[in-house]
């Protein structure tokens, strides 16, 4: 459950931010009512890195391997061919 915390309430209880960010819950912080950083657990950070590295152009096969018995299908996606980007037409 996400928790958000003033810069002043973080500063002020960095220790209950940490706990609950340990926990799974992140901890949101903002700045007069708006999100400038969060906390999180180091495990959601690595996995938000390689959804980063992959990139919109990486696909679903470029994110799979992070977890038991997804080999197969990294396999079955690297065999499937892609259809080519949609074009908009301007009206």
């Keep these: 459950m996400r928790k958000d915390f003033s810069v002043a309430e ?20 903002t700045r007069h ?16 890195e390689r959804l980063r590295a992959a990139g ?6 470029s994110i799979a391997g992070g977890w ?9 996606l690297h065999g499937q061919r892609r259809s080519p980007a949609r074009t908009v037409r301007k009206r």
């Design 10 to 29: 973080a500063k002020a209880h960095f220790a209950d931010c940490l706990r609950a960010a340990e926990k799974g819950d992140p901890v949101v912080i």
């Design 33 to 48: 009512g708006k999100p400038i950083a969060a906390l999180v657990r180091a495990e959601d950070l690595e996995q938000l």
């Design 56 to 61: 919109p152009q990486g696909g679903l096969a």
């Design 68 to 76: 038991g018995g997804s080999e197969e299908l990294v396999a079955v």
